[in-house]
C-alpha cells in the first residue's frame, strides 16, 4: 500500500523558500498522479499543486502560481513541492496525496492515499 510521508516543512520569514519533500517507502510513486494540499488553522483544507504520473502535466491554485512549483522524480519515487516568496497566508499543515486517476487533480475526494502532514509557518 501507499504511504506518502512529507518532510521539508519549518518555519521561515516571508519571502523566504522551503521545499517540500513527499517519498514513498513503498516504491509506487512511478505509476500516481500526485497531489499537494493544504490546511490553515481554522479553514478547509483547499488544493494546492497536482501533476500527473509522468510529471509532464502540472495544475496550481491561483494563490499559489508563479511562486510554488510541483515536480517529481520516479527514479527516486519522490515528489517536490518548491515554495518561493513565502506569504504569512501560507502558513498550514501540508498534505502530499496519491491519485489513481488522471482527472479531478484539485478534489480531495478523489485521491485514495494521504500522508500525515509537515507544518510550514511563514511568520511576517
Known amino acids: 500500500q501507499v504511504q506518502p510521508v512529507e518532510s521539508g516543512g519549518g518555519l521561515v520569514q516571508a519571502g523566504g523558500s522551503l521545499r517540500l519533500s513527499c517519498a514513498d517507502s513503498k516504491r509506487t510513486f512511478a505509476t500516481y498522479a500526485m497531489g499537494w494540499f493544504r490546511r490553515a488553522p481554522g479553514k478547509e483544507r483547499e488544493f494546492v499543486a497536482a501533476l500527473n504520473w509522468s510529471g509532464t502535466a502540472t495544475f496550481y491554485a491561483d494563490s499559489v502560481k508563479g511562486r510554488f512549483t510541483i515536480s517529481k522524480d520516479n527514479a527516486d519515487n519522490t515528489v517536490y513541492l518548491q515554495m518561493n516568496n513565502l506569504e504569512p497566508e501560507d502558513t498550514a499543515v501540508y498534505y502530499c496525496?496519491?491519485?489513481?486517476?488522471?482527472?479531478?487533480?484539485?478534489?480531495?475526494?478523489?485521491?485514495?492515499?494521504w500522508g500525515q502532514g509537515t507544518q510550514v509557518t511563514v511568520s511576517s
Open positions: 496525496a496519491a491519485r489513481i486517476r488522471s482527472d479531478g487533480f484539485s478534489e480531495p475526494k478523489f485521491y485514495d492515499y
